[in-house]
């Protein structure tokens, strides 16, 4: 049984006096958070976005994490100057970072401590504070807002302007979401965006909420064009027909100028209130996950009977494969109500014809592929091996396509009944590259996750391409993915590792794809009324 999550804890991070590493201009941070619940390696849970040109950043993308009481939950907020598109963050500037608990961050609501480097001495004045606040209510803002006749700020060209919310806290205003820049418009429409309601009011619909326009810099000097306060309750008046209208003040210009009216107008054409199911609501909502494997067969395993093969099971009993079934599947399994699993094989000659299969059923029953519970899968997969000749080449569309079918075919439900996921475990390149991307990208837009586990020591590079962490992943003909449905992890990185500390990695991201594709086609979960809904639900 799942241990009981208490609750779920939004953190908001904001630096002063950071290190300076840019020469010419300042740094531009980001805040990286890295988490522990034993004594295992760290693993991210997220990141903000990146703040040009600043040294004091109040980061505007919050932290949301599961809060249990009953476990030590170790945190490590890094700061890092971002200098290039990589997501990798060991080639930028290291500019500090925090060791703490959520213990520590949720007793005392707002944390501010002194930043070190990785040699424990101060990074220079540079601190964090951190704001935890218990999330009650799962209700969202959707919001489309457009702005006319703006002040014109900028001497060549016209304003760059962004938006700024901030919720009023007791320690002061707290910024809840910034919009992206409209360049070189004083009549900008910026998209769609939406905001929770805790992050922007906590849940309080007439609370005070303030809104700064700026002129966005370059240099970090952006210029306020003005501000004003409102409410949710007078947000929520708004429709395209007759939109919630706001002028923007500048008090500094307001005292200068005589007859002074506003520096232009916020036009909140839309701002409707729905609430938002969590990864929780869908399960406890009747959403089963369904549980694919396919494994690896191909000739550069190495022969299964070779101690130095990657197939070879140890006098043990085990091998990466097996290791990497039995950390993944012992935790989905949990989320599968009849616990059978289809698993298949590729890459390998199959008996009778022995033709090379890229889908063959480990229990060499097409019409009944499934194995019962991951104990079935393991019991196939120590059969077949001996049965079937490893093979090539390395082609994972034929089996993404596979489970893409089903998923296409609970695409008809109603509800979020069905998800699926996907496992490959592989050893190695990709041969149908582009076969790949292309299925990939099309099972974007169905309820469906792909993790690939990375087993031996080839160089996994293309892997990395297709989890589409640095950028929408696109097929040959550049269509994009509709999300990024794809995590890859070397399974080498884990060998000394706990058990639970792979499937902690690679199982990471599916609660967020699952929640996301189902927000985004709107299904509710199967018995909403399981599912208590949010205090004053809209």
């Keep these: 049984m799942a241990t009981q999550c208490v609750t779920k804890v939004e953190l908001t991070v904001s630096c002063e006096n950071l290190l300076d590493k840019d020469i010419g201009s300042k740094s531009d941070p980001l805040c990286v958070l890295l988490m522990s619940s034993s004594d295992s390696q760290w693993y991210e849970v997220g990141r903000t976005e990146k703040v040009q040109n600043c040294l004091c950043p109040k980061f505007a993308k919050k932290f949301v994490i599961d809060y249990y009481f009953e476990i030590v939950q170790k945190l490590k907020f890094g700061i890092y100057d971002i200098d290039n598109k990589t997501v990798d963050l060991s080639d930028d500037d290291f500019l500090g970072q925090l060791e703490c608990t959520l213990g520590q961050v949720v007793s005392s609501k707002r944390l501010i401590r002194p930043l070190v480097l990785k040699n424990n001495t101060p990074a220079g004045k540079g601190t964090i504070t951190i704001s935890a606040e218990e999330i009650k209510d799962s209700r969202v803002a959707n919001f489309e807002v457009e702005a006319r006749k703006l002040d014109n700020k900028d001497f060549f060209g016209k304003s760059d302007p962004y938006l700024e919310f901030y919720k009023q806290t007791a320690t002061g205003w707290q910024l809840a979401h910034r919009t992206e820049v409209v360049n070189n418009n004083l009549n900008p429409t910026w998209k769609p965006f939406r905001i929770p309601l805790q992050s922007l009011c906590g849940g309080d619909l007439e609370k005070p909420i303030k809104v700064e326009c700026y002129d966005y810099d370059n240099d970090g000097s952006h210029d306020l064009i003005g501000t004003f306060e409102t409410t949710m309750t007078r947000f929520q008046q708004a429709s395209r027909a007759s939109p919630a209208e706001f002028e923007c003040v500048n008090s500094k210009k307001k005292q200068k100028k005589k007859g002074y009216k506003n520096s232009g107008v916020v036009s909140v054409k839309k701002c409707e209130v729905v609430k938002e199911y969590t990864f929780l609501d869908y399960i406890m909502g009747g959403c089963q996950i369904n549980f694919t494997v396919a494994i690896d067969f191909t000739g550069s395993n190495g022969d299964p009977r070779s101690p130095q093969s990657l197939h070879y099971i140890s006098p043990q009993g085990v091998n990466e494969y097996l290791s990497a079934t039995w950390s993944v599947g012992n935790v989905i399994q949990d989320y599968d109500s009849d616990k059978r699993f289809p698993a298949f094989g590729f890459g390998a000659q199959v008996p009778p014809t022995w033709q090379v299969s890229h889908e063959f059923p480990l229990n060499f029953n097409p019409a009944d592929p499934f194995c019962v519970g991951i104990e079935g899968v393991v019991e196939a997969y120590r059969v077949c091996l001996p049965q079937v000749k490893l093979y090539g080449p390395t082609n994972f569309s034929p089996i993404i396509n596979h489970v893409a079918c089903f998923a296409k075919q609970a695409l008809q439900q109603t509800t ?101 594709f189902f927000t985004t086609m709107k299904l509710s979960p199967p018995k909403s009324d399981a599912v208590p809904p949010a205090a004053g639900t809209v």
């Design 416 to 516: 979020a009944s069905q998800y699926f996921v996907l496992l490959i475990i592989t050893d190695g390149v990709i041969t149908d590259m582009d076969d790949t991307r292309s299925a990939i990208v099309n099972a974007s837009r169905l309820p469906m996750s792909i993790i690939i586990i990375g087993v031996g020591g080839a160089d996994f590079t293309a892997m990395e391409f297709l989890d589409g962490d640095d950028g929408r992943l696109r097929s040959q003909t550049g269509e994009a993915a509709m999300r990024d449905i794809v995590q890859f992890v070397p399974y080498r990185q884990f060998q000394n590792a706990p058990r639970e500390a792979l499937a902690k990695s690679v199982l990471a991201e599916v609660p967020g794809q699952l929640v996301d």
